[in-house]
């Protein structure tokens, strides 16, 4: 159809142009012509004429539709980079601030178990208190907790072992890195 539409819309136009400068010789030869038209010829002409104009008119309605759509979809794909840069950008600065519960100084924490197959990761973001880190053979070592006094943790140790977890031990950090409790006691550090 638009293969159709665009000759006849190129003639029609190049008809319009070149009516205007016509020589005398064309003027006449058009004459003659409009003179041989029937009315039921004309009449075709003119409704030909419409339905053309009609398909132009709905033509160009669909182009301003898609070039509407177009920039909708292009806005939201511009806020969707924005949502996505500041995602991004929070990421980079939640990496750099370190894990989370990461605290200055000695911090000590009861360490439940160490397995290369369970992953319980999933919990630490619900809770502040569970958190666990991978060796780099693989092992899991998840903690809960988080007390600024060895005795603290040592008591709360004590409690975990009277419910049932028996692997239960104190581990120390200093500012979120895991050292040996010896040197955490002894201030060294």
Not at 11 to 16: E, G, K, P, T, V
Not at 109 to 128: C, H, P, R, T, W
Not at 151 to 158: D, G, P, T, V
């Amino acid at each position: 159809m638009k293969k159709i539409l665009f000759p006849i819309a190129l003639i029609a136009a190049l008809a319009i142009s070149s009516y205007a400068q016509m020589s005398k010789a064309e003027e006449k030869e058009w004459h003659q012509k409009i003179k041989t038209l029937t009315p039921a010829s004309y009449k075709q002409l003119i409704e030909e004429k419409e339905t053309l104009s009609n398909q132009v008119n709905k033509l160009n309605a669909e182009a301003y539709d898609a070039q509407t759509k177009l920039s909708a979809q292009e806005a939201q794909i511009a806020g969707l980079q924005k949502q996505l840069a500041e995602a991004n950008a929070e990421k980079e600065a939640a990496v750099a601030a370190g894990p989370a519960g990461s605290t200055k100084g000695v911090v000590y924490k009861v360490q439940i178990g160490a397995f290369k197959n369970k992953d319980l990761s999933k919990y630490f973001e619900n809770n502040k208190n569970f958190s666990g880190e991978v060796d780099a053979d693989g092992t899991k070592k998840y903690t809960l907790g988080s007390f600024a006094s060895y005795y603290e943790a040592e008591n709360f140790k004590k409690y975990l072992r009277q419910m049932g977890v028996s692997d239960a031990w104190v581990v120390a950090y200093k500012d979120g890195a895991r050292v040996e409790i010896k040197d955490a006691l002894e201030g060294t550090l």
